[in-house]
């Protein structure tokens, strides 16, 4: 597996969230099935716009789709954050705080 750093969590003007990976390309995601795509030109993974499933809940769909295709992505103080409301940015880092808890 290989580990790759979260350059950059956002939601775009579509209100779709992406998760943008430091230096991995995961161009065949859509091979898994999960609603993950890839966008080549802003080199990011995202989601579709919340319907179901809140913005937590693709985050971690995301992270586990790029698990799937062999790369795990991980948070670090560099992570940038655009567009993304302080209550939604501290959820997603608790998760991380759970999952090492476990």
Request: charged content about 25%; glycine content about 4%.
């Amino acid at each position: 597996m290989i580990t790759d750093i979260i350059k950059i969590i956002g939601i775009d003007d579509e209100g779709r969230l992406y998760v943008t990976p430091l230096s991995q390309s995961l161009p065949m995601i859509y091979r898994e099935a999960v609603d993950v795509h890839w966008n080549k030109e802003k080199k990011h993974l995202y989601s579709p716009k919340p319907r179901k499933w809140n913005y937590v809940q693709w985050y971690e769909q995301i992270i586990s789709a790029a698990k799937l295709q062999g790369v795990s992505l991980v948070l670090s103080e560099e992570t940038e954050w655009k567009n993304i409301p302080e209550e939604l940015m501290n959820e997603i880092m608790g998760l991380l705080s759970s999952n090492e808890s476990r």
